[in-house]
């Protein structure tokens, strides 16, 4: 059974690095991660999304191992606006069948 | 582009009434899909469109259902409603394939007295 798994909720602190890791065991070869930043009251944010290695955009990157087993988001820098929901996605490419992470809730503290 | 638009943005209904949601997907996007969020809770999916046909369908009991027109707007009705389904309707839109981002609408707030 596809399934994708992070942590419920992790605490930072203003100006440092946080890493959000997901596990998805059962990926196959030509599915895609992808990451989502949700506020209260508001639809999912796309953030980043990657096949393997490393992605790097103006917000975060997201570092993929050979095996494809688990990825991480990482937030460079975090500030008190980074406090939110962050989603892990990976869409089968056989049925396009969406399996969302049950979210990690990220809290920044000052 | 214009973003995704979902129609209405707030609703109150009562028990055992119907309700439809409207989602309007991004130009070109073939894909539409629909979560439920209830506060404090995940993404629940729903359901998912894709050129008029139903793709993918989550746990959710048969007085939700939905159907994608041919220009891809997708509307979302849910009948005898109960208290439970208040919660933040979402609908996403996408190319529909793998590689393709879900771009989200702003949500419907639906509260069921």
């Known amino acids: 059974l596809a399934k994708t798994t992070q942590p419920i909720s992790m605490d930072s602190y203003e100006g440092q690095e946080v890493n959000i890791t997901c596990s998805h065991n059962n990926i196959a070869t030509n599915d895609y991660i992808t990451w989502y930043q949700q506020f209260p009251s508001q639809g999912p944010r796309f953030i980043i999304q990657g096949y393997k290695t490393k992605v790097t955009n103006e917000v975060a990157s997201l570092f993929i191992p050979a095996d494809r087993k688990s990825s991480t988001l990482s937030l460079p820098r975090v500030s008190l606006s980074d406090t939110a929901v962050y989603y892990c996605l990976v869409v089968r490419d056989s049925n396009y069948q969406l399996i969302w992470g049950a979210g990690t809730k990220l809290i920044i503290k000052p | 582009k214009a973003g995704v638009t979902q129609t209405p943005r707030y609703l109150i209904k009562t028990r055992g009434q119907q309700v439809t949601l409207s989602c309007s997907p991004i130009?070109?996007?073939?894909?539409v899909s629909w979560y439920q969020q209830t506060p404090g809770q995940g993404l629940q999916f729903l359901f998912e469109y894709f050129s008029e046909t139903q793709r993918n369908k989550g746990n959710f009991p048969g007085r939700f259902s939905g159907r994608q027109f041919s220009n891809s707007r997708s509307e979302m009705n849910v009948s005898t409603l109960e208290l439970g389904d208040s919660a933040l309707y979402l609908c996403a839109s996408s190319l529909g394939t793998s590689g393709g981002t879900q771009f989200f609408g702003p949500g419907t707030r639906l509260t069921v007295l």
């Open positions: 130009s070109g996007h073939r894909s």
